[in-house]
Protein backbone atom coordinates (compact mmCIF):
# COMPACT_ATOMS: atom_id res chain seq x y z
CA UNK A 1 0.00 0.00 0.00
CA UNK A 2 1.31 3.42 -0.89
CA UNK A 3 0.29 6.85 0.71
CA UNK A 4 0.75 10.01 -1.15
CA UNK A 5 0.30 13.43 0.41
CA UNK A 6 0.64 16.74 -1.45
CA UNK A 7 1.59 20.16 -0.56
CA UNK A 8 2.66 23.56 -1.27
CA UNK A 9 -0.21 24.43 -3.20
CA UNK A 10 -1.66 28.42 -2.64
CA UNK A 11 -2.98 31.12 -4.01
CA UNK A 12 -0.51 33.48 -6.02
CA UNK A 13 -0.38 35.62 -9.28
CA UNK A 14 0.45 35.10 -12.47
CA UNK A 15 4.00 35.34 -13.71
CA UNK A 16 4.75 33.73 -9.94
CA UNK A 17 6.35 30.78 -9.05
CA UNK A 18 5.26 27.28 -6.91
CA UNK A 19 6.31 24.45 -5.53
CA UNK A 20 4.24 21.27 -5.19
CA UNK A 21 5.64 17.87 -3.24
CA UNK A 22 3.78 14.98 -3.31
CA UNK A 23 5.75 12.80 -0.24
CA UNK A 24 5.28 8.86 -0.06
CA UNK A 25 5.13 6.12 2.16
CA UNK A 26 5.51 2.28 1.54
CA UNK A 27 8.11 1.60 -1.48
CA UNK A 28 9.03 4.63 -3.53
CA UNK A 29 10.75 3.63 -6.40
CA UNK A 30 7.05 4.01 -8.85
CA UNK A 31 6.92 6.20 -11.73
CA UNK A 32 5.15 8.97 -10.60
CA UNK A 33 2.79 11.89 -12.39
CA UNK A 34 1.30 14.91 -11.80
CA UNK A 35 -2.34 15.60 -13.14
CA UNK A 36 -4.60 18.56 -12.17
CA UNK A 37 -8.23 19.19 -12.19
CA UNK A 38 -10.48 22.44 -12.86
CA UNK A 39 -13.66 23.30 -11.71
CA UNK A 40 -16.21 21.61 -14.80
CA UNK A 41 -13.20 19.80 -16.19
CA UNK A 42 -11.80 16.13 -16.73
CA UNK A 43 -8.57 15.56 -14.82
CA UNK A 44 -5.49 16.33 -17.14
CA UNK A 45 -1.85 14.99 -17.23
CA UNK A 46 0.67 17.67 -16.24
CA UNK A 47 3.79 15.38 -16.07
CA UNK A 48 5.24 12.04 -14.99
CA UNK A 49 8.82 10.83 -14.61
CA UNK A 50 10.48 7.45 -14.21
CA UNK A 51 11.39 5.54 -11.24
CA UNK A 52 14.68 6.75 -11.40
CA UNK A 53 14.04 10.14 -12.51
CA UNK A 54 15.82 9.21 -15.63
CA UNK A 55 12.58 9.70 -18.12
CA UNK A 56 10.38 12.60 -18.17
CA UNK A 57 7.57 13.92 -19.94
CA UNK A 58 5.17 17.08 -19.31
CA UNK A 59 2.17 18.09 -21.10
CA UNK A 60 2.59 20.61 -24.09
CA UNK A 61 0.45 22.91 -21.97
CA UNK A 62 3.14 23.54 -19.02
CA UNK A 63 5.95 22.17 -21.25
CA UNK A 64 8.58 24.59 -20.30
CA UNK A 65 7.10 26.04 -17.37
CA UNK A 66 7.21 23.09 -15.07
CA UNK A 67 9.21 20.98 -14.33
CA UNK A 68 8.73 17.52 -12.56
CA UNK A 69 12.11 15.57 -10.27
CA UNK A 70 12.09 13.24 -7.41
CA UNK A 71 13.99 12.32 -4.36
CA UNK A 72 13.64 9.03 -3.77
CA UNK A 73 16.38 9.04 -0.65
CA UNK A 74 13.38 11.45 0.81
CA UNK A 75 10.29 9.72 -0.79
CA UNK A 76 9.03 12.39 -2.48
CA UNK A 77 8.20 14.03 -6.04
CA UNK A 78 8.27 17.58 -6.85
CA UNK A 79 6.32 19.71 -8.94
CA UNK A 80 8.34 23.29 -9.62
CA UNK A 81 6.14 25.67 -11.99
CA UNK A 82 7.25 28.57 -13.00
CA UNK A 83 5.42 31.73 -15.34
CA UNK A 84 2.11 30.38 -13.64
CA UNK A 85 -1.27 31.26 -15.86
CA UNK A 86 -4.92 32.07 -14.37
CA UNK A 87 -5.44 28.43 -16.90
CA UNK A 88 -3.01 26.96 -14.21
CA UNK A 89 -6.01 26.86 -11.48
CA UNK A 90 -6.74 23.53 -10.63
CA UNK A 91 -6.35 20.76 -7.80
CA UNK A 92 -3.28 18.88 -8.51
CA UNK A 93 -2.45 15.22 -7.78
CA UNK A 94 -0.33 13.09 -7.21
CA UNK A 95 -0.13 9.48 -8.63
CA UNK A 96 2.06 6.22 -8.83
CA UNK A 97 1.82 3.50 -11.08
CA UNK A 98 3.05 -0.02 -9.73
CA UNK A 99 3.91 -1.33 -13.67
CA UNK A 100 4.78 1.88 -14.67
CA UNK A 101 3.24 4.35 -17.34
CA UNK A 102 5.38 2.75 -20.24
CA UNK A 103 4.77 5.22 -23.71
CA UNK A 104 1.53 6.85 -22.54
CA UNK A 105 2.17 8.60 -19.28
CA UNK A 106 -1.20 10.64 -19.64
CA UNK A 107 -3.34 7.56 -18.99
CA UNK A 108 -5.18 8.35 -15.96
CA UNK A 109 -5.63 4.53 -15.63
CA UNK A 110 -2.16 3.58 -15.69
CA UNK A 111 -1.67 5.00 -12.03
CA UNK A 112 -2.62 2.80 -8.73
CA UNK A 113 -2.80 5.44 -6.03
CA UNK A 114 -4.04 8.71 -5.60
CA UNK A 115 -3.42 11.78 -3.14
CA UNK A 116 -6.17 13.82 -2.03
CA UNK A 117 -4.83 16.78 -3.79
CA UNK A 118 -3.95 20.12 -3.31
CA UNK A 119 -5.40 23.68 -5.02
CA UNK A 120 -3.47 26.18 -7.04
CA UNK A 121 -5.02 29.23 -7.52
CA UNK A 122 -3.70 31.69 -9.84
CA UNK A 123 -4.85 34.98 -10.01
CA UNK A 124 -4.97 37.52 -13.04
Known amino acids: QVQLVESGGGLVQAGASLGLSCAAS??????MGWFRQAPGKEREFVAA????????YSAGSVSGRFTISRDNDKNTVYLQMNSLKPEDTAVYYC???????????????????WGQGTQVTVSS
Open 95 to 113: AAAILGFGPRPEIIGAYDY
Open 49 to 56: ISGSGGVK
Open 26 to 31: GRTSYA
